[in-house]
Structure formats: structure tokens, C-alpha cells
């Protein structure tokens, strides 16, 4: 007979999983552990098991070797609908983060090719969650290569999701511009960086951060699209206040946990709208009679590409 | 017979997953999207007919109106196909047009267009008539066009949108027919 006696029990971050091991901050060090059998019995799914980000409680065993008992409660979770399942028909979740302050969503202003549908998903994520936007528009120094009907829709765009709320910078990792000002809004939080495969996420990472050298690679000329680099989680810290996790390209993002319910108070424009249609909060603003949030996008004060977002959106849980 | 694990698996995830929606689930809400629409096919807003909207029938590539009673729907907003406009109420045939062509030396008269005025918030567009479009429902607009009011025939007038008249009739039955001495 065996028997298990716990020493002692500390907090720990998790900062990095495999299958069975989980990289834990404690107190400075990085430690594996692995799960305890009481809280493994308990998992049944992802979502169950923990993620970059969590606080975990350890327990010491007789070998020194930590072992995850609990897992604290989330303050945020980051999460998608897994590419894997979609052939078989069953979905299932990816957890990406926990405890997230901010989602940094990185977009190319040009190559690959801007997506504001995408940005439209990070965005939804993000107030799903509760938690702030940053959008950081890398490869300004391409912006001068654009044409001028380009640079117009572009300028338009830009001043609507500020309009919205959301923190908008440029930068270049090239002419170092807007470098700066990257760095301060990433001060004392924990930031989430999303984007597709060759957007600059890594590249602005190795500006940022005082040890450079993680691998980068420019975008295939031939395709115009990344070529996933960067393959797992990243826990980066910049001080003893913030970090960056640095993530793979992601190709696409189905939304996990937002409902069609819940969908339109994901949208910060449409909050104020919502109730005063005629169905008041059962109207799914698609083409229902009476529907305020459609008048808004006739009349203009909602701009119809983000209520074509909201329609994509709405498609894909109907 | 279905198990009762297969209906609580269908009432789970019928709402959430497209592969299923588009196998087994809700088909109606299917029918509804966009996608469908687009691809595949729509109901007629007037006349509850049953449309296909592939190119391969109509030789256009994106339908909007009904072949039938030539109604359409409010659904582009700056240019054919985007489908921006919120609006979405269905748009009347009002008559038809010639296109101008941007040639130089083109003729004058162009493409056959269908004029369509949204019947919720006026917006006036025209559209190209498609392969199958009814050709005596067609003649019966150009008719109809004759006796437009006197306010609409103006705003459409300063839109630099002419409505084709009576004596162009020959010209409809060239676009239509190929010739201009069809029974029609």
C-alpha cells in the first residue's frame, strides 16, 4: 500500500501544457506537473482541464514534485470552436487562454490581406469575455503601396472601430514606428496576441522583448498567405507585471459559448438599440418587421459591413 | 427507431453545428441563410415561388428578383452582389430601361433593364433582366411603365434613368426575341 502525503500547498500559473504535463510558474521557478488524480477524475472535457493562464493550487509531494489539486476560478477564458471536429459533425471547444486582461488583435495592413470579418470575430471574443480590444495594425510601412480607393476604405475602417471604443495603433517593425506605444498599452496586463498565420505577431515580439530570436519567416510571395511559423503557446514575460502569450496564425475562428441570444450585445453599436425593436429582445435583427437595428443600418448610424459580420455570425449558429 | 441518446445528442447540437443543420437539423433556418440563398435557391417575397438562383438557369450572378412577377428584394446596397442594404423588403417593378454603354461608339441603347423601386424606403435601382425572366410579364411592365406618375417619372428622370416607351416596343422584342415580329 502506497500512501500520498501532501507536504504542503502553494499557487502556481500554468505557463505552458503537453498532454500530460502542465509547465507551472512557481515562485519564479517552472516546474511539470501533472494533474492529481482527485481533480482528473473530475475532467470531461477542455474546459475542464487547465489552460495558459490558470491559477492553479499545487500540492508538494514526498518526491518534490508539484502536482495540480484545483484549479481557481477563471476571470476570463479564451476560447474557439476546434477545427478538428468539424468533419465528424460533432463540435468541440479549444481552449487557447485564461485570465486574459486584453486581446491584442494583430492584423496586417497589407499581406497577407486585411480581413475585417476576422477582426469582427476577435472583437465579439473579446466583449464575450469582458475583456479590452487592442488592435494593433502591423506593416504601416506598407500602407503606401495600397491604391488610393485602398487607402480610403482602409482610413474609413480604422476610424470606425475607433468610433466603437477600441484602441487602434500602427506600427511597423521595419521603420520602428508606433513600436513604442505598442509596449506602453501591453505595461502591467496580460495580453493575448491573435492573428492570422504571417500578420507580425512574433516579429513585433522580438521588438518588444528584451531576448529576440524567435523564429519568423516572411509570407509566401506566391500565395500571399503565412507560413505558421510560430506552432505552440508562448508565455513571454516583459516584466514582473506583464506578459504576452504568443500564439500560432490562426486560419479560422468559430465562436465558442457566444449564443445567438447573446450575439448583438457582443456588438458595442447595437447595445443601445437593443429592446426597441418590435419583438423587443427575441428579435434576432435578421428580417423581422419592425426591427430597430436594421432601420440603424438603413439610416446609417450602424455600418453595414460590421451588420454583414453580425449576419455571418448569426449564420453560423442558426 | 431512435434512441433516446440520439435525441438528446440532436436536441444538444441542432442549433450549433452547420454540417448538421445542413444534414438533418432545423432545414428551414438552412433555407433562410445567406449561403442558401446565394447558392442554391430563394422564395419569391410576392409571389411565394420558389427560385433558383444559380447562373447556370438565369445567365446572371446575383438573382435577385423573381422570374415570375419580376419583384425583387432590397439587398445590395453600393454595388450588384454585395448585400450590404438592411432593408430586405421586396422592390417593385416599376418599367424598363435601356443601360448606356461607357463605349464611345457603342448604340446609344444598351442592355435591357428592369427599374425596381423598394417598396419601404423608395430606393430606386435598376437591374439586368436574367435568361429566364417571364417575357410576357416583361412586356406587361413595359406597359405598366407607360403610366408611371408624373413625380416618379421626374425622379427617375433626374437619376439619368429613362423609362423605355410604347414606341420602343420593337426595340424590347429585338432584346427579347431577336426579332421584332414575335406574336408576343
Not at chain 1, 507585471?241 to 457582443?266: A, F, K, Q
Request: hydrophobic share 35%.
Amino acid at each position: 500500500m502506497t500512501m500520498n502525503t501532501h507536504t504542503s500547498t502553494c499557487q502556481g500559473t500554468v505557463i505552458g501544457k503537453s498532454k500530460a504535463l502542465f509547465a507551472v510558474m512557481v515562485a519564479g521557478q517552472i516546474s511539470h506537473s501533472q494533474l492529481a488524480p482527485t481533480l482528473a477524475r473530475l475532467i470531461k472535457n477542455e474546459l475542464d482541464l487547465p489552460a495558459i493562464g490558470d491559477q492553479v493550487l499545487l500540492s508538494t509531494q514526498s518526491d518534490g514534485q508539484y502536482r495540480i489539486e484545483n484549479i481557481l476560478a477563471r476571470r476570463s477564458l479564451i476560447c474557439r470552436r476546434a477545427v478538428t471536429g468539424k468533419d465528424t459533425g460533432q463540435p468541440s471547444v479549444q481552449v487557447i487562454a485564461a485570465n486574459i486582461d486584453q486581446l491584442v488583435a494583430v492584423m496586417a495592413t497589407s499581406q497577407p490581406e486585411l480581413k475585417w470579418a476576422m477582426l469582427d470575430r476577435y472583437t465579439v471574443m473579446a466583449e464575450a469575455q469582458q475583456i479590452d480590444v487592442l488592435i494593433c495594425l502591423t506593416k504601416s510601412d506598407l500602407f503606401e503601396q495600397l491604391s488610393c480607393h485602398e487607402q480610403a476604405a482602409f482610413q474609413h475602417r480604422c476610424h470606425l472601430y475607433r468610433q466603437l471604443g477600441y484602441r487602434l495603433l500602427f506600427c511597423s517593425v521595419q521603420t520602428l514606428a508606433g513600436i513604442a506605444e505598442v509596449q506602453h498599452q501591453l505595461q502591467g496586463r496580460t495580453s493575448l496576441l491573435l492573428g492570422k498565420s504571417g500578420v507580425g505577431k512574433t516579429s513585433l515580439l522580438n521588438v518588444l522583448l528584451p531576448h529576440p530570436g524567435r523564429k519568423v519567416a516572411a509570407v509566401n510571395q506566391v500565395t500571399g498567405k503565412g507560413r505558421h511559423t510560430t506552432t505552440a503557446l508562448q508565455w513571454l514575460t516583459i516584466d514582473e507585471n506583464s506578459v504576452v502569450i504568443d500564439t500560432p496564425g490562426t486560419r479560422e475562428l468559430g465562436l465558442w459559448e457566444v449564443t445567438t441570444d447573446e450575439l448583438d450585445v457582443c456588438f458595442p453599436e447595437m447595445r443601445p438599440l437593443l429592446g426597441q425593436c418590435k419583438f423587443r429582445l427575441g428579435c434576432h435583427h435578421i428580417e423581422e418587421p419592425g426591427c430597430a437595428i436594421r432601420k440603424a443600418v438603413v439610416t446609417g448610424s450602424i455600418d453595414p459591413y460590421r451588420y454583414q459580420s453580425y449576419l455571418k455570425l448569426m449564420e453560423e449558429w442558426r | 427507431m431512435k434512441q433516446n441518446v440520439d435525441l438528446a445528442f440532436e436536441k444538444k447540437y441542432k442549433c450549433s453545428n452547420r454540417h448538421y443543420l445542413q444534414t438533418q437539423g432545423n432545414l428551414r433556418a438552412y433555407q433562410k441563410s445567406e449561403t442558401y440563398q446565394r447558392q442554391v435557391g430563394f422564395e419569391c417575397l410576392h409571389c411565394k415561388q420558389n427560385v433558383a438562383s444559380q447562373a447556370l438557369y438565369s445567365g446572371v450572378n446575383n438573382r435577385n428578383h423573381c422570374p415570375y412577377c419580376l419583384f425583387s428584394r432590397h439587398v445590395d446596397l453600393f454595388k450588384a452582389g454585395d448585400r450590404l442594404c438592411a432593408c430586405r423588403e421586396s422592390m417593385q417593378p416599376l418599367g424598363l430601361t435601356f443601360k448606356k454603354e461607357r463605349k464611345k461608339y457603342g448604340s446609344p441603347l444598351g442592355e435591357l433593364m428592369l427599374i425596381h423601386q423598394c417598396t419601404a424606403c423608395k430606393t430606386i435601382s435598376i437591374n439586368r433582366v436574367a435568361a429566364d425572366d417571364s417575357n410576357e410579364r416583361l412586356l406587361g411592365v413595359l406597359m405598366a411603365g407607360q403610366d408611371l406618375p408624373e413625380l416618379i417619372r421626374r425622379h427617375l428622370t433626374e437619376s439619368g434613368i429613362l423609362v423605355a416607351g410604347i414606341d420602343q416596343l420593337d426595340l424590347v422584342k429585338m432584346r427579347l426575341f431577336g426579332t421584332a415580329d414575335s406574336l408576343c
